[in-house]
């Protein structure tokens, strides 16, 4: 692979840039590999890196049936936070944030992280107390967040009416070093990373099946023909119950519309990111200039990757209050994700009922943000059969009550 | 946007009337069931991308429940009946196979 690097633009500056290698190689899938990733989106892609890079098993395919980062991984509002109140939460998060820090040296691809900061506002005294509780057990977890007061809430992000008055803001849990990044990039530099330590990424490659013997995994049938493994991991989000169920289980997981949507561009007014949970909204401002807003859930399971008009109502109705400059704004763009979200509000990263299967799914509405923790943890738990940053979130916790429960700690914006 | 015929009022309800319940005809454990039995009825979902049986409330219209089977897949309904009942009728059932040939029961694509 040749690096990026400013020598290398100005190397082909001077030669009309013929000498880009592409990013990464579309082979025809081999007989049979060490370990098959399906899904190839962000957590994937970081599962099967960090395979290579932490524990050298390079015999990989990433195998996906749309294309590479198509589905969650380029459909998010790109928030990366880890402001969570449960400590296995807390840790996989930080985690991933931190290795969000120096991923664009890491994997020589510049996925422009931007660590602008989050703001998370408290609009109810309810709320108040939960995030004065979650900035107490970030301190303890060694998490940098802070309670900040109404006065700070506007200094950090003067376009904010904090008045009300049918949602004041009444403060906020701000993480300084929270932000954003390019959600594309993530893939393609993953991607990049992986095709380059001999992984094998095939595209529109649709598993149709899991071949099973003695209740061990030894392949998969695919669009492409039949694929052998000694290990599987299903990284497939809102396709997760699906896949299970032609591995012959099933998973608590639900699958529902996520949506998002971006307004024209206009000049710099917000540097930081906002989250509403009251309202169940949150808003950035891309690099082009566009105010990037996330809306709610629907209500219903659905796999249509484009969720009810009204839920996108009540999202730009109630940030109006809130920014009342973006009264006039024009919105661009509308879409969907398919989430898959679990009775807890919590991942899942475990071993299943088939040996040799493993499952990374359940990140519901916030998995941009988990990519590389995610992937970091999964490829611990794929090589050694455990990994520290995974054990509480197997996904036999539900029998067992042990739940992550950060549905009533992140509500709907995860 | 999501429309459903309540058969308690008989109404024609837009979604925002409504209150998706999730999953209809879960099987219901409580005290002296096994673990396993507690986990499927609480957590453990079909979650199909097809057809799908599932429970509404009419929140803001007659206050009641009732069940629908619609297809999550195209958000196809193909109809709406009693919640008191432990299965889907015929008519539902021979309405799903008219427009899906393929589909069996229980089968998540």
Excluded at chain 1, 59 to 65: D, G, H, L, W
Excluded at chain 1, 116 to 132: F, I, N, S
Excluded at chain 1, 165 to 193: E, I, K, M
Excluded at chain 2, 72 to 99: H, M
Aim: net charge neutral.
């Amino acid at each position: 692979m040749k690096r990026y690097s400013a020598f290398a633009i100005a190397r082909e500056a001077f030669r009309q840039h013929k000498g880009w290698d592409r990013a990464w190689r579309s082979p025809e899938p081999k007989k049979k590999y060490d370990v098959i990733i399906v899904g190839a989106g962000g957590h994937g892609l970081a599962t099967a890196y960090f395979l290579g890079k932490n524990f050298g098993i390079t015999n990989v395919a990433v195998i996906e049936k749309g294309w590479l980062g198509g589905g969650n991984t380029g459909r998010n509002t790109t928030i990366i936070r880890s402001n969570y109140l449960q400590d296995p939460s807390a840790a996989i998060y930080e985690k991933a944030r931190s290795l969000y820090e120096t991923m664009s040296q890491d994997l020589n691809y510049n996925v422009m992280f931007s660590p602008r900061g989050v703001l998370m506002l408290a609009q109810t005294e309810h709320e108040v107390r939960g995030y004065k509780r979650t900035a107490h057990a970030n301190s303890l977890q060694g998490v940098t967040t802070e309670w900040v007061g109404p006065k700070k809430v506007k200094e950090i992000c003067p376009i904010m009416n904090i008045e009300g008055p049918r949602y004041p803001v009444l403060g906020g849990l701000w993480q300084a070093r929270g932000g954003t990044a390019r959600h594309d990039a993530v893939a393609w530099g993953y991607a990049r990373a992986c095709s380059d330590m001999g992984m094998d990424i095939i595209q529109q490659c649709e598993v149709t099946g899991v071949v099973t013997s003695g209740g061990k995994v030894t392949g998969v049938n695919t669009t492409k023909g039949d694929i052998g493994c000694d290990k599987l991991g299903m990284v497939v989000a809102g396709h997760a119950s699906v896949l299970a169920a032609k591995a012959g289980f099933q998973l608590p997981i639900e699958s529902v519309p996520l949506q998002a949507l971006v307004s024209e561009p206009i000049k710099p007014c917000m540097d930081i990111v906002v989250m509403a949970n009251t309202v169940h909204g949150y808003m950035s401002q891309s690099d082009k200039g566009e105010m990037v807003i996330g809306g709610g859930t629907d209500g219903h399971n659905a796999y249509t990757q484009r969720g009810s008009f009204h839920h996108i109502e009540e999202t730009v109705r109630a940030l109006v209050e809130t920014f009342p400059m973006i009264a006039n704004l024009k919105m661009l763009r509308q879409w969907g994700g398919i989430v898959d979200v679990t009775g807890d509000r919590s991942p899942i990263l475990s071993k299943t009922p088939v040996e040799g299967i493993f499952v990374n799914c359940g990140w519901g509405t916030g998995g941009f943000k988990a990519i590389p923790g995610s992937g970091w943890a999964m490829a611990e738990l794929m090589a050694k059969g455990a990994s520290p940053l995974t054990e509480e979130f197997n996904m036999f916790r539900f029998r067992q009550g042990k739940f992550i429960d950060e549905s009533v700690a992140a509500g709907v914006a995860h | 946007m999501l429309i459903l015929h309540c058969p308690n009022c008989g109404q024609n309800v837009d979604e925002t009337d409504l209150h998706s319940g999730g999953e209809a005809h879960l099987k219901r454990f409580g005290p002296g069931s096994s673990d396993q039995e507690f986990e499927d009825y609480l957590f453990m979902r079909e979650n199909p991308k097809g057809v799908h049986f599932e429970r509404w409330h009419h929140s803001f219209g007659c206050g009641k429940w009732f069940l629908a089977a619609r297809c999550t897949n195209t958000l196809e309904v193909f109809g709406t009946y009693s919640a008191q009942t432990l299965e889907p009728p015929k008519e539902i059932i021979d309405r799903i196979i008219a427009r899906r040939p393929d589909w069996v029961k229980g089968a998540k694509t």
